[in-house]
């Protein structure tokens, strides 16, 4: 059967790292494919035989973006095995890459030739306006913190995953790097006793067990994790009738590093007979992704 992952985003976001990713463990890959194509291609693949096809579309792409959920929509009613990647960046790491790699958006001829400004930022809005649409319906990946070795591990989880289901994620994050624009979810747990004033435990993480073991002795710890399950168990329901395809739920604290990972990975434990589930963590310390 014919797997086809999609790679899409903004312009920076680091699709071509997803790509190349994928191309290094098998993927056929074709990049910058014109929208009206993708029917075609498809086809074309399913008949010569390929059993895993990466393509990546975007705003260098000739045609139309306005079909393109359209067309992922009809795609999937004909029982296509698709997983889209919207991959993003907010946009003070956008203009720091461009800033590091010296390249000119892709919108900025456009831009010019329409006679609006054409200024970087001006690029990088006009980007999320056309892409809003797709951004809105597919599985987002916030990219601003994380390493190329932690994209290419959530991208190669995420596309070995199979699809029956709503894919729930629970991911661990630092709320002084910001909140990731890939949550659906989010819940604080500042509030929580924290490992970082203990000398011993500050330099460990919430999947060691001495962090683990200190958390654990707190009622409000046991308390925040009831309560967060239990509203997910509640509503995930909805969410899966709700016709998405996933689900993010992001756990934040100061740093990233003990009590959201911790909390992170107590969730992960309730929720284990769901599938497909994923376990993230954007502390770089903790860059493996695992199912």
């Given at each position: 059967?014919?797997?086809?992952?999609?790679?899409?985003?903004?312009?920076?976001?680091?699709?071509?790292?997803?790509?190349?990713?994928?191309?290094?463990?098998?993927?056929?890959?074709?990049?910058?494919?014109?929208?009206?194509?993708?029917?075609?291609?498809?086809?074309?693949?399913?008949?010569?035989?390929?059993?895993?096809?990466?393509?990546?579309?975007?705003?260098?792409?000739?045609?139309?973006?306005?079909?393109?959920?359209?067309?992922?929509?009809?795609?999937?009613?004909?029982?296509?095995?698709?997983?889209?990647?919207?991959?993003?960046?907010?946009?003070?790491?956008?203009?720091?890459?461009?800033?590091?790699?010296?390249?000119?958006?892709?919108?900025?001829?456009?831009?010019?030739?329409?006679?609006?400004?054409?200024?970087?930022?001006?690029?990088?809005?006009?980007?999320?306006?056309?892409?809003?649409?797709?951004?809105?319906?597919?599985?987002?990946?916030?990219?601003?913190?994380?390493?190329?070795?932690?994209?290419?591990?959530?991208?190669?989880?995420?596309?070995?995953?199979?699809?029956?289901?709503?894919?729930?994620?629970?991911?661990?994050?630092?709320?002084?790097?910001?909140?990731?624009?890939?949550?659906?979810?989010?819940?604080?747990?500042?509030?929580?006793?924290?490992?970082?004033?203990?000398?011993?435990?500050?330099?460990?993480?919430?999947?060691?067990?001495?962090?683990?073991?200190?958390?654990?002795?707190?009622?409000?710890?046991?308390?925040?994790?009831?309560?967060?399950?239990?509203?997910?168990?509640?509503?995930?329901?909805?969410?899966?009738?709700?016709?998405?395809?996933?689900?993010?739920?992001?756990?934040?604290?100061?740093?990233?590093?003990?009590?959201?990972?911790?909390?992170?990975?107590?969730?992960?434990?309730?929720?284990?007979?769901?599938s497909p589930l994923l376990v993230r963590h954007r502390n770089p310390k903790l860059q493996e992704t695992r199912p």
């Amino acid at each position: 059967m014919l797997n086809i992952v999609l790679i899409t985003g903004i312009s920076g976001s680091g699709k071509s790292v997803a790509l190349r990713m994928l191309e290094d463990t098998g993927y056929t890959c074709i990049d910058n494919l014109p929208v009206r194509f993708l029917h075609e291609f498809i086809a074309s693949t399913q008949d010569s035989g390929l059993e895993r096809v990466a393509v990546a579309i975007d705003v260098r792409t000739p045609g139309d973006l306005d079909d393109l959920p359209g067309i992922l929509t009809s795609l999937r009613a004909m029982g296509t095995a698709l997983h889209v990647i919207f991959l993003e960046a907010d946009d003070h790491t956008l203009m720091q890459r461009y800033s590091e790699s010296r390249r000119r958006h892709p919108l900025t001829d456009r831009l010019q030739h329409e006679g609006l400004e054409a200024s970087l930022q001006d690029c990088i809005t006009r980007e999320r306006e056309l892409l809003a649409p797709l951004r809105n319906q597919e599985h987002v990946i916030d990219t601003s913190d994380l390493a190329p070795g932690q994209l290419r591990a959530w991208v190669r989880d995420l596309v070995q995953t199979d699809r029956p289901s709503v894919i729930l994620t629970f991911e661990s994050f630092a709320y002084k790097r910001g909140v990731p624009h890939d949550a659906d979810l989010v819940f604080d747990v500042r509030c929580l006793p924290n490992p970082h004033y203990d000398a011993q435990l500050r330099p460990l993480t919430g999947r060691d067990a001495p962090v683990a073991a200190w958390l654990a002795q707190f009622g409000s710890v046991e308390s925040m994790i009831d309560d967060i399950a239990a509203f997910i168990r509640k509503w995930l329901p909805l969410y899966m009738q709700d016709t998405r395809n996933y689900l993010t739920v992001a756990i934040g604290c100061t740093g990233g590093q003990h009590r959201s990972v911790y909390v992170t990975e107590q969730l992960a434990r309730r929720f284990a007979d769901h599938s497909p589930l994923l376990v993230r963590h954007r502390n770089p310390k903790l860059q493996e992704t695992r199912p």
